[in-house]
């Protein structure tokens, strides 16, 4: 009919001896499988990191381009030294507060689980009866 001959019969004893090798072909798939998804999310990551740089480079030269823009501006009043002396001092100022938020967000950050280790320490606490 369909021209396939029929496969002999086999054992129990035969079919479960079988069955570790299908679990490890099974296994060895899906490792495999697992292994083409990360590789394909991996260069997706890659190709979005490098386009991020290259955003990131022309971000910078159009701020130094602004920059040159506000000193020039300020140069058709003032002498372009002071001109460029307030820009710099604008600069320093921005950067100054930056550095000072970022380090308090730091630091407040690096403390650790606080309200995790105070609860923790509270429940030992219960615990031996020395708290209600």
């Known amino acids: ?69 506000g000193v020039l501006g300020l140069a058709e009043v003032l002498p372009a030294w002071a001109a460029a002396l307030i820009v710099g001092g604008a600069l320093l100022l921005i950067g100054g507060i930056l550095t000072a938020v970022g380090v308090s967000q730091l630091k407040r950050g690096s403390q650790g689980p606080k309200d995790s280790i105070d609860s923790i320490k509270h429940d030992v606490r219960v615990i031996k009866g020395e708290e209600d």
């Open 1 to 69: 009919m369909t021209g396939v001959p029929p496969r002999p019969k086999r054992s129990l004893i035969s079919l479960l001896g079988d069955l570790p090798g299908y679990f490890m072909e099974l296994v060895r798939s899906e490792i495999e499988q697992l292994k083409q998804e990360l590789i394909h999310r991996a260069t997706q990551a890659g190709v979005g990191i490098g386009l991020i740089a290259a955003a990131l480079t022309v971000l910078f030269i159009a701020l130094c381009t602004f920059t040159a823009a």
